[in-house]
């Protein structure tokens, strides 16, 4: 599957794009499309899949005119080597911040669902050690622990599904009308923000094998990514109305909590929590090593290993600077961070790539 | 903040004894600033964990209510 070292296969790339997503749509998009989409916020998804279809096939076009080349080594080549090391510069800070949020974030709820008499910055810690070791264990080593995990963590949430299906009332999710584009549009930005972090999976790798197969890759994992989304949507909107998702902190968790088979199988959230920390380890090394990757092609650096320790000592402090409570991380995604990424993932690619067009170079 | 530097201390002896032959001068000074910015985020926050979040302060300048 692997021909060089520090290149994976598309296919593995786009299993661990879904496995960095899955958890940042289970704890925000929910929240976000109940918020601005009212009772249609849950058909979100099926606007967002025309913004990330249209990012993959301009990521897919730019890698076929450039061939052999990183996605960094792309940018610089159509924008000219110093407007490139900014734009990637802008990256680079932007994915530093994210991933301290999104540890902070993981703290914050693991403290509030399972481990409560824990401290935070302890739970922090704990993490970026994990993270540090699996870093220096390479994204070979990543990826092959993510097919071991993206299969469990589907098998869960699908179950989770099936169990909350009977508790699921149409009443919540209709009626559907003309009136409702409006409010399904603005629920889908958030939605559309979240996956935009399919452009990060681009910056792990200095290339990719088998590129020939990225667009088929992608398509498969938009669609599917698009179809659990839109169950996630049903299964919280659906089981609680909107007014009640938009003031929950973690409505997955709590509709998970809501599952009862036969009075028998119950508090099933301690599963889901564990499958959380899983995923969210994936999350912050696939983040990092993004980062660290940065770093690499900005100062042309032959290893990344010795900035680990740096790096993650940064995170650990900047994710406790970045948030005073467990409601700031969530202000700092929906008002900052979901414009951001749509502006940086989506827009400056769609920008580059007309650049690109322009200068008849893709 | 004596345990970030005796960290930081820790850190750059591991590394500077683990690759001192084959670092080009670019590498050390990445490594060296990464270790100076991480050190320097520390002590920022050591110095008082309660000022105002880095969120706080982004929505106040870019006047977005919370």
């Known amino acids: 599957m692997t021909t060089d070292k520090n290149k994976i296969s598309v296919r593995r790339a786009m299993l661990l794009y879904l496995t960095t997503t899955f958890p940042l749509a289970q704890r925000l998009i929910p929240i976000y499309s109940a918020r601005n989409g009212k009772q249609a916020g849950w058909l979100s998804p099926v606007i967002s899949i025309v913004f990330l279809l249209l990012l993959a096939l301009i990521v897919d076009r730019l890698y076929k005119a450039f061939d052999g080349l990183s996605f960094m080594d792309i940018v610089c080549e159509i924008t000219g080597k110093a407007v490139g090391k900014i734009i990637c510069g802008i990256w680079g800070l932007w994915i530093l911040i994210e991933l301290s949020k999104f540890v902070r974030y993981f703290a914050e709820r693991t403290v509030s669902t399972i481990m409560t008499d824990t401290k935070v910055d302890i739970l922090i810690a704990i993490i970026l050690v994990t993270v540090a070791i699996g870093l220096y264990s390479g994204i070979i080593v990543l990826c092959r622990m993510n097919e071991i995990i993206l299969p469990i963590t589907i098998l869960a949430f699908l179950t989770v599904a099936l169990m909350i299906a009977p508790n699921v009332k149409t009443l919540y999710l209709t009626p559907i009308s003309r009136l409702d584009i409006i409010p399904a549009l603005k629920a889908s930005v958030g939605t559309t923000g979240i996956w935009a972090y399919y452009l990060v999976i681009f910056f792990i790798s200095d290339g990719f094998t088998n590129k020939n197969h990225l667009k088929s890759e992608s398509i498969k994992i938009i669609f599917f990514l698009a179809v659990i989304t839109l169950m996630l949507n049903i299964m919280t909107i659906g089981v609680f109305d909107h007014s009640v998702v938009e003031r929950l902190h973690s409505p997955y968790m709590v509709a998970i909590k809501e599952i009862s088979v036969f009075n028998t199988f119950q508090k099933s959230e301690p599963f889901a929590a564990a499958l959380w920390v899983l995923e969210d380890f994936l999350l912050f090394s696939v983040f990092s090593y993004a980062f660290l990757n940065i770093l690499r092609s900005l100062f042309g650096l032959s290893d990344i290993n010795f900035l680990i320790a740096p790096t993650l000592i940064f995170v650990y402090f900047f994710s406790l600077f970045i948030a005073e409570n467990r409601f700031e991380p969530e202000s700092f995604s929906n008002l900052i961070a979901i414009p951001t990424n749509i502006i940086l993932f989506i827009v400056l690619p769609a920008i580059l790539f007309l650049v690109g067009k322009i200068q008849r170079k893709v | ?66």
């Open chain 2, 1 to 66: 903040m004596i345990l970030l530097a005796v960290l930081i201390i820790g850190i750059s002896f591991i590394e500077i004894k683990k690759r001192l032959r084959n670092w080009s001068k670019n590498e050390m000074a990445v490594f060296f600033a990464s270790l100076l910015a991480a050190f320097a985020m520390g002590v920022y926050y050591l110095s008082n964990p309660h000022r105002s979040s880095f969120t706080k302060i982004l929505l106040s300048i870019l006047h977005i209510p919370q």
